[in-house]
């Protein structure tokens, strides 16, 4: 075993009964993988908050937007042979996906980045025909003053990388679908390089291809192009079934620092990992880690809505010392500091 995380003492630090939920009669079943930010000298989390109604005996239901932007519930029988629950995340019915939970997000602040309470401010809802299965997993980046949202957008037309943009957090300017689907896992570059935006992103090619990290470039956050292929799932290994890019890499002597998810399926996990990219030239790889970072070993990342899950898209970092936050079993949120030095240590 290669885990270097030194996990908080307190972990978990959020789970779903601090938060309320969006609405009456919502029942919130996961706190998972924050984005992470600094705003005014004190530390920011932005939850992802997965809700449905309380489920009724031989009943599934879950909430979706409809087109007028508000919650609906739909309910099916759960004899229905149509109805596939095999996935705790995901319901298929006669050929069509679904979530099981509605996401939205919602900030909750720090003084101390362990103890956290709510922003007395509306949470963040998906809206518009791109998001009316909720928004997942947002990455927060600041650029000169305005913070960049990239999330996952999940609606009946697919998966794809949503962008919005604040400088004061109250009002929003909303971009879009930067990355259409199916695409995820969207982690924009703290600075550009050059004359140019960078993000790292994930699409998904299932006949040919797979699950990888890609590499984009952009004039101006908005329109990516000359995307590229940096780093594949690897057969037999941690990462075997896919990768995605965490938050935004790190800036480092070396190189930028990305910590990124691997999942395997056969035993099922979600373990993290990293991978240096060259300063000038972040396409090119110049190590990775061999071993996961970090593995779900303790119980409240072995157990939980979707156990066996470590999953981060934020962080902090000060000198040496990277803050992650994580979600843990798709359940509840988690901290864990490293070493910058260590992790590229286990690169290879
Ligand atoms: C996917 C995403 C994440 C989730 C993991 C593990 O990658 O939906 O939000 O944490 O799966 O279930």
Redesign the pocket.
């Known amino acids: 075993m290669t885990d270097i995380a030194r996990r908080f003492p307190e972990n978990p630090i959020l789970r779903p009964a601090d938060i309320c939920p969006s609405m009456p009669g919502m029942r919130i079943e996961c706190l998972?993988?924050p984005g992470v930010f600094r705003r005014e000298g004190k530390i920011e989390l932005l939850l992802?908050v997965a809700e449905r109604p309380e489920q009724k005996a031989g009943k599934t239901s879950f909430p979706v937007l409809n087109d007028k932007g508000a919650p609906e519930i739909l309910e099916f029988d759960n004899s229905d042979p149509l109805l596939d629950l095999s996935d705790p995340?995901v319901i298929s019915y006669a050929g069509q996906y679904y979530l099981t939970t509605m996401s939205h997000l919602r900030r909750v602040t720090s003084d101390d980045g362990v103890r956290f309470e709510e922003v007395p401010l509306p949470p963040i809802f998906g809206h518009g025909e791109l998001e009316t299965y909720g928004i997942?997993?947002c990455r927060v980046v600041e650029i000169d003053g305005s913070y960049y949202l990239t999330f996952?957008q999940v609606s009946r037309h697919g998966v794809g990388v949503g962008l919005r943009s604040t400088r004061d957090w109250q009002s929003f300017a909303s971009h879009g679908m930067i990355f259409p689907p199916h695409n995820?896992?969207c982690a924009i570059f703290p600075e550009r390089i050059g004359d140019l935006y960078y993000a790292l992103h994930r699409p998904s090619s299932p006949e040919l291809g797979g699950n990888y990290i890609w590499i984009a470039e952009s004039p101006n956050l908005l329109h990516w192009g000359n995307h590229r292929c940096i780093a594949h799932s690897r057969k037999g290994m941690w990462d075997s079934a896919?990768v995605?890019a965490g938050a935004s890499p790190i800036h480092t002597d070396k190189g930028w620092l990305e910590i990124y998810?691997g999942?395997s399926v056969n035993p099922s996990r979600?373990c993290l990992g990293a991978l240096l990219l060259d300063l000038k030239e972040p396409r090119k790889v110049l190590a990775r880690s061999g071993d996961p970072i970090m593995e779900p070993i303790a119980d409240y990342e072995k157990v939980g809505f979707?156990g066996n899950?470590v999953?981060t898209n934020g962080h902090l970092v000060n000198d040496d010392e990277v803050t992650v936050y994580y979600?843990a079993s798709?359940s509840v949120i988690c901290g864990a500091t490293f070493s910058i030095k260590e992790i590229l240590g286990m690169l290879v």
């Open positions: 998972l993988n992802r995340r997942e997993d996952t995820k896992d896919r995605g998810h999942a979600y979707f899950v999953f979600g798709d």
